[in-house]
């Protein structure tokens, strides 16, 4: 049927932008789309003024940041416990499939600041690349 193939969700504050959410379809992950999404995102936070991108992605997530780094991007540091377990299923809130090499897991529900079951939750990697 008919499905969304993908999308992806950024922001611009002044000079730096941020990707908050990168989702391809299942059917749809392998065929480059995700490095489409990450490259017109790029580009068009460039286009705003952005000379720097910056997101954060599962430490678990390693086709992510393996597509991350050959983009450009560089790892600068860890957020400790920033992932809830429960995201751990692979799929993010969207339904789209969070395992594909295509599907950067960047954003997904992270900011629970709670507390509450610590010991099911995973740190999250920070990437950013000059713009």
Known sequence: ???IAGFVVYSCVLD???IHNVAVHPAD???GLGRGLLRAALEAARGRGARR???EVRVS???ARGLYRALGFREDG???NYYSGADQ???DQSGADQSGADQSGAGQSGADQSGAGLSSREDAVLLSIQL
């Open 29 to 31: 992950q392998r065929r």
């Open 89 to 91: 299923s692979g799929v």
């Open 1 to 3: 049927g008919e499905h």
């Open 61 to 63: 997530n390693r086709a």
């Open 16 to 18: 730096e932008a941020c």
């Open 53 to 55: 991108c910056c997101l």
């Open 78 to 80: 860890l957020r400790k």
